[in-house]
C-alpha cells in the first residue's frame, strides 16, 4: 500500500520567477477550473484537513503554492519525497479582465518553464466533461509537455453521476481516473498512480 505520510506547506509565489529552487524533477502541478474540487482533494489525498484552503469563492486563489510531501511503501518503508504544486483555478468569469489576462500569462508561462515539473495533474468536473476551457487546456498541456512529464487526467465529484453516467464516462476516457473526495472513492488510486509514476523517474 502507497500512503502520503508527511506533507507541509513550503511557499507561495505570483509567478515562475519566485517560484523556489528545485534540482529534482520531483514536482506534481495540480490545475483545475474553478470550483472543481482542487484544494479539497489536496487536502484528502495528504490527509490534512486544512493544507490547501478551501475558498467559499471560486478561482479566490491566484498563487502558485508549493507543498512538500513524502510518500510511503508499506510493503519496501522505501519512501520518496516529492512536491504538490497547487495552480490557481483557471478560466473564472468574475475577475476582472485585466487581471484574469495577466493571472492566466503567467500560469501559462509557470506550466511551459517549469522544467521541474515530471507530472501534469488535469482535474475536471465529471458533470463536465466537454467544456471548451478543458479541452483547450488539454491541448495545450499536450503541446507543450516534454517526453520526461505525463499528463494524468482525473474526474471528480463522480458522486454525482449515476452507475449509467459514469460507465459511459469511463468508455470515453479509460485512461482517466476517477475519484470522489467526500466518498474517498479513487483516492488510494491517485497516490498509487503519482508514487509510480514519480518512482519510475528515480530508476
Keep these: ?7 507541509s506547506f513550503v511557499t507561495s509565489a505570483p509567478n515562475i520567477r519566485l517560484t523556489p529552487e528545485n534540482e529534482y524533477q520531483n514536482e506534481v502541478a495540480f490545475m483545475a477550473r474553478s470550483n472543481t474540487g482542487k484544494s479539497s482533494l489536496l487536502n484528502t489525498l495528504t490527509k490534512r484537513k486544512s493544507l490547501a484552503k ?24 522505501e519512501r520518496l519525497s516529492a512536491k504538490f504544486v497547487d495552480l490557481p483555478g483557471f478560466g473564472y468569469a468574475k475577475v476582472a479582465k485585466s487581471l484574469k489576462t495577466d493571472w492566466e500569462s503567467n500560469l ?15 482535474l475536471i468536473d465529471c458533470r463536465h466533461p466537454d467544456l471548451e476551457i478543458d479541452r483547450s487546456v488539454d491541448a495545450y498541456l499536450h503541446e507543450i509537455c516534454s ?19 459514469l460507465s459511459e464516462l469511463k468508455k470515453r476516457f479509460p485512461g482517466a481516473i476517477m475519484v470522489s473526495n467526500t466518498k474517498r472513492r479513487g483516492v488510494d488510486a491517485i497516490v498509487e498512480h503519482l508514487y509510480r509514476l514519480l518512482k519510475s523517474d528515480e530508476q
Excluded at 54 to 77: C, H, M, Q, W
Design 1 to 7: 500500500m502507497i500512503e502520503i505520510i508527511d506533507s
Design 54 to 77: 478551501v475558498s467559499a469563492t471560486p478561482g479566490k486563489t491566484r498563487l502558485i503554492n508549493y507543498f512538500d510531501v513524502v510518500f510511503a511503501d508499506r510493503e519496501t518503508n
Design 108 to 122: 501559462t508561462g509557470f506550466i511551459a518553464e517549469r522544467k521541474q515539473i515530471r507530472i501534469f495533474v488535469h
Design 147 to 165: 517526453p520526461d512529464q505525463v499528463i494524468v487526467t482525473i474526474f471528480t465529484k463522480i458522486d454525482k453521476l449515476n452507475q449509467k453516467e
